[in-house]
């Protein structure tokens, strides 16, 4: 059964960098669209970042973090990399990677619904 694993979390001072990673456990399905969304305590599960697509892939984030993280794939792992930088307080959560194998992800991105597959979550915490 395929899974998605996160790994990269931790500790963090504001204005610092983590590097979060979403693999598979295998490669023979591959993903069309693949995102990452975070849960802060008390809050509701958001969207953070998201890639749509192969050749001519395009990129998508919340109004939140663009530039400051980047996402991209790798297809090695059959996954993706978050890169943040320029951590606050507020980015403290649990970050979860998100994929699918069907093309109708890339109407619904930004929200849980269109997503099969779920990692466990991987916290992040910026502190002040």
């Known amino acids: 059964q395929m899974q998605l694993a996160e790994s990269g979390g931790g500790w963090v001072q504001t204005g610092g960098s983590l590097r979060l990673s979403c693999a598979a456990s295998?490669?023979?399905?591959?993903?069309?669209?693949m995102a990452w969304f975070r849960q802060a305590p008390g809050k509701e599960r958001e969207f953070v970042a998201a890639v749509i697509g192969w050749s001519g892939a395009r990129t998508y984030y919340s109004n939140s973090v663009k530039g400051r993280f980047t996402l991209s794939r790798d297809s090695a792992k059959n996954g993706v990399d978050l890169q943040m930088n320029s951590l606050r307080p507020e980015d403290t959560a649990v970050y979860y990677c998100?994929?699918?194998?069907?093309?109708?992800?890339?109407?619904?991105?930004?929200?849980?619904?269109?997503?099969?597959?779920w990692g466990q979550g991987t916290q992040v915490t910026v502190s002040s």
């Open positions: 295998e490669g023979t399905l591959r993903f069309y669209g």
């Open positions: 998100a994929a699918d194998r069907r093309s109708d992800v890339a109407g619904y991105y930004y929200t849980e619904t269109p997503y099969s597959y």
